[in-house]
């Protein structure tokens, strides 16, 4: 019988980002593999580039939103480039039948990277240990995690880790943007000033699509508030990386949650687990090295 007076174990910032680490890749494989450009085909979806069925896959947990909607919650988007996919997706497909062939491309991307390890017991193991993990998450006040966690737990270990997998990612997102917020960056400002810290290239961010005026205003915006250089490639100031290290902080600090009702040796225990099928994914190739994300850079 557990103590619900017990108090949860207090788990350091890096596992709390190690954990998301090696959870990401295994959430991303959805927007790279194969196996899920040819199920949004038979949607009828176009896959000339990734993004008409990426923002079908991640939004579909929302319902038919809208632009403003997706926008919103997904932050670092335009809203131009948000609309020119949603709310366009839901008359290609349903969200009930976009999150039904989210499952089916998943599960087949994860049999041909993962092989026979789909069906072991250590990714049984994973996979229960991760869903105690998203199940515990506080979902107030995240949008994107909570509509991930009202969906049916499918059966298959392999998929309830992918779900499992996509509710903590979604949470840690959900909590990035709080944080973003708090610390008085905008949508395009966040970007701005993460590639001025050497998260990622400049146009690593701008496929996020915000236009050459809007990028030019908010880094003067950033200037003025003393965050970034005035002259020269766009380089944040001390104070510019200060703020941007304590956004990281904040985004480790909201999501902690898990991790601790986890508790430390379960946590040890999850990410060993975790490393074999992390390699599997990383290994393959199919996801690009850089990203938005900063992983590894910040």
Not at 117 to 143: H, I, N, Q
Not at 148 to 154: E, F, K, M, R
């Amino acid at each position: 019988m557990s103590d619900r007076n017990a108090v949860p174990d207090v788990i350091e910032p890096h596992r709390v980002r190690h954990l998301w680490q090696l959870l990401e890749p295994l959430h991303a494989v959805l927007y790279y593999a194969p196996e899920s450009f040819e199920e949004a085909a038979a949607l009828g979806f176009g896959t000339g580039e990734r993004w008409p069925s990426y923002f079908a896959w991640r939004a579909a947990p929302l319902g038919a939103a809208g632009r403003d909607r997706v926008a919103s919650v997904f932050y670092s988007f335009s809203p131009e480039m948000v609309g020119r996919y949603v709310p366009a997706a839901w008359d290609v497909a349903s969200p009930e039948a976009v999150l039904a062939a989210r499952e089916r491309a998943v599960d087949r991307a994860y049999r041909a990277l993962l092989g026979d390890r789909v069906d072991s017991p250590e990714l049984a193991r994973a996979a229960a240990l991760a869903r105690r993990a998203a199940e515990a998450a506080d979902l107030e006040g995240r949008p994107l995690a909570a509509a991930n966690a009202a969906l049916a737990w499918p059966d298959a270990p392999h998929l309830v880790l992918w779900q499992a997998a996509t509710i903590l990612r979604e949470h840690r997102g959900d909590g990035h943007v709080a944080a973003l917020r708090a610390a008085g960056l905008d949508p395009v400002e966040a970007l701005v000033s993460f590639a001025a810290v050497g998260a990622a290239p400049e146009e690593t961010f701008q496929s996020r699509q915000w236009s050459a005026p809007d990028w030019a205003a908010a880094r003067d915006r950033l200037v003025r508030r003393g965050l970034l250089e005035p002259h020269g490639p766009a380089t944040a100031t001390e104070a510019g990386r200060a703020l941007r290290a304590k956004v990281e902080r904040d985004t480790d600090d909201l999501a902690a949650g898990p991790c601790e009702a986890l508790g430390s040796q379960e946590l040890t225990r999850l990410a060993a687990l975790l490393g074999d099928l992390w390699v599997a994914v990383i290994g393959s190739g199919l996801l690009p090295m850089t990203t938005t994300l900063g992983i590894g850079k910040v």
